[in-house]
């Protein structure tokens, strides 16, 4: 059986935490992001975890997460 590839664009976004969670960053983080309040900036910080709904999907992306 060939090697799975990794899918490299899930790989720069998603994080997958130790205990096997998706994490994802916010999107449109980069566009006019120094007109914004710093309260809104910092709303782009923080990561998020994938919708149960999308975690089958993203996790077929990137071989050894398992769910």
Not at 23 to 50: E, I, Q
Request: zero cysteines; glycine letters at 6%.
């Amino acid at each position: 059986m060939p090697k799975l590839k990794t899918h490299k664009g899930a790989k720069k976004r998603i994080h997958v935490t130790a205990t096997g969670k998706l994490l994802r960053t916010k999107g449109h983080k980069s566009h006019l992001r120094r007109t914004k309040p710093k309260a809104t900036k910092r709303l782009y910080d923080n990561k998020l975890p994938v919708h149960k709904a999308d975690v089958e999907r993203i996790a077929s992306l990137l071989p050894g997460v398992s769910h």
